[in-house]
């Protein structure tokens, strides 16, 4: 009796952290999303935020920043060509990066390489969620 009483807490036990450990993966690609999404905020906000004086219709129509699950009509090959057009951003001048900003937004700062990062690790974890 008593060892099966043992077994059970030991069951109950194992059946909890399981749930934690998911909990924490959940709580973790929260986490990659929303760096993700404040990086391509600061970054390409001016034209593909909603809502703004710089706001572009045509970039929208490719993502569009105002909402959580932006990522969810871009398919994988759009999605690298995010990140490319972000890495490349990060050894321009001034100059170059101006001359990609829409006139009257906020001056324009290279990505630094923890930004590119945290956008590169959303596209690895994105890719394998979504097969297509
Ligand atoms: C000056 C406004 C502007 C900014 C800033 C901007 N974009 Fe765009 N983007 C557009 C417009 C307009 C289009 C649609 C027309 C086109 O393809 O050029 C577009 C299209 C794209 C495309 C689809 C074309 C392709 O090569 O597949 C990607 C990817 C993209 N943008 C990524 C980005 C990323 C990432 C950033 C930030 C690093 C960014 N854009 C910043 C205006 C902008």
Same mark, same amino acid.
């Given at each position: 009796?008593? !060892? ?5 807490? +030991? ?7 399981? %749930?934690? %450990? ?8 929260? +986490? ?6 404040? +990086? ?9 935020? #909603? %809502?703004? *004086?710089?706001?572009? @219709? ?15 009509? +871009?398919?994988?090959?759009?999605? !690298?060509?995010?990140?490319?057009? *972000? ?6 001048? @001034?100059?170059?990066?101006?001359? *990609?900003? #829409?006139?009257?937004?906020?001056? #324009? ?7 590119? !990062? ?12 979504? #097969?297509?």
């Amino acid at each position: 009796m008593k !060892q099966r009483a043992a077994l059970l807490f +030991v069951f109950l036990l194992l059946l909890s952290s399981i %749930g934690e %450990g998911v909990e924490r993966r959940e709580d973790s690609f929260t +986490v990659i999303r929303k760096r993700a999404h404040d +990086v391509l905020t600061k970054h390409c906000g001016s034209c593909h935020l #909603p %809502g703004l *004086l710089t706001t572009n @219709q045509n970039a929208l129509k490719i993502f569009n920043l105002g909402t959580d699950s932006w990522f969810l009509n +871009v398919d994988e090959k759009r999605m !690298q060509a995010m990140l490319g057009r *972000l890495k490349s951003r990060e050894s321009m001048s @001034q100059i170059e990066l101006l001359h *990609l900003s #829409p006139k009257g937004g906020p001056s #324009p700062v290279a990505p630094t390489s923890e930004e590119i !990062q945290d956008f590169s690790y959303f596209v690895s974890s994105w890719i394998l969620n979504n #097969p297509n």
